[in-house]
């Protein structure tokens, strides 16, 4: 089964408000202070589904918001690879849909249902063996 990120916050975060509004350029940002997360309205559904991923990310990794530099830099990168795995939790999925659509990275992004930089995200820090096996399916498939 897929990861709903709404379901996620619905569960585990039932006091969490989640709420659509015009924060451009910013796809979504998680205001601890108020409990809620915000999400650019203006996003297309794949987007929203990643960008509340990882704002849920921040959330249960407690960040904070008001750091700067290389600690911002990390959290964000921190936030990208929790909703990365939660969200491309099947290596077995990933693999299914390389073989698929050998050479097409958007293609690949799309059978996920993600953005292609959350799928890019996702394998540029897969254990070396889980990107083997899913280099021996597409190879197996003809890929």
């Known amino acids: 089964m897929s990861y709903s990120p709404w379901k996620d916050a619905e569960v585990r975060h039932p006091d969490l408000d989640i709420e659509r509004c015009d924060i451009a350029p910013a796809r979504g940002v998680w205001v ?5 997360i915000l999400i650019d309205e203006n996003l ?8 509340l991923a990882h704002e849920l990310a921040h959330v ?19 936030a990208d690879m929790l909703a990365a795995r939660r969200l491309l939790g099947s290596v077995d ?15 690949v992004a799309d059978q996920l249902d993600v ?24 190879s197996r498939s003809g890929g």
Not at 32 to 36: F, G, K, P, T, Y
Not at 62 to 69: L, N, R
């Open 93 to 107: 999925a990933i693999a299914d849909a390389v073989a698929a659509h050998p050479g097409d990275t958007a293609a």
């Open 115 to 138: 953005p292609v930089e959350v799928l890019l995200r996702r394998v540029e820090k897969m254990h070396p063996r889980d990107r083997a096996a899913i280099e021996a399916r597409a």
């Open 32 to 36: 601890r202070s108020e409990n809620m």
């Open 60 to 78: 249960d990794l407690g960040h904070v918001s008001a750091v700067e530099g290389f600690f911002a830099r990390r959290i964000e990168r921190e």
């Open 44 to 51: 297309d559904r794949t987007w929203r589904r990643a960008t």
